[in-house]
């Protein structure tokens, strides 16, 4: 890194990153930054202005620094969204406010005005807090695929998800009853919950000698394989039909079940199910 010819004789010169990237005029006047030196970093785009007294480095995400620029902090499955665990299908940033902000709230940004309950940093709630929010944001089979994916993600401890489960709203207790910490995937989630409501006995990474474990196995039956990306390529594909072949061999049927067939297809692809459950039923 190019240091200035003088640097070795100044005392460490706090940067914004040391203030955690983001920073109100008067937390830079505490670390010692004068006017002059703001300037000059914005003037060199290493800094942002976010709003009037806001500053942030040119680095930070931009749904952090869309919250920020409403004087607000990160929240709920913008939060789950940056460690890839499930977050729904609503893409606008989700952001705490203070419930006496003022601010203007832009159209893609969702504001949950409420106090924490579990505490956070100004910019950027708590991961306890994120989760805590997202069950009282999104429906219930999205909220349990939420928990679910956070333990699965390592997001949050299972202790931790249990104990939102035990707070949580009343209306999603009987959801939250079928929680289990080893669901591979959110939409492996919603599926496994789709197919209870329909009566089904369903277990989660069922286990099968000699090929290990499918995502779902309905009625002892039928396996469910759920592919969470659309295209699966290469060496997965040439795997996923090996692991298909060694299926239908031990005599249990495969369904691979993309996210469309889910989110788009969904009656479609319960009665292809039934009908296979059905079939491998009249075989035995
Ligand atoms: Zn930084
Ligand atoms: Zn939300």
Redesign the pocket.
Known sequence: MWAHPGAAHHPHRVQ??DLG?IALARDLCAAGWTRARRERALSSGAVQRLQRGTFA?A??SAPLASAASIGGALTCVSVLREHNAWAGHDHRVHVQLSPRSSAAVPSDVRAHREVARFEGNRWRVSRMQALWQVIRCLDDENALAAMESAIHTGFLAEAQVRRLGVLAPRRLHPTVRHLVVNSGSGNETIVRLRLLAAGYDVEPQGYVPGLGHQDLVVERRVALEIDSHEWHEGQQRATDADRDLVSEGLGRHVLRIRPAHIHQSWPHTLAVIDRAVRDARARR
């Open positions: 914004l990153c990237h480095c680095h930070i």
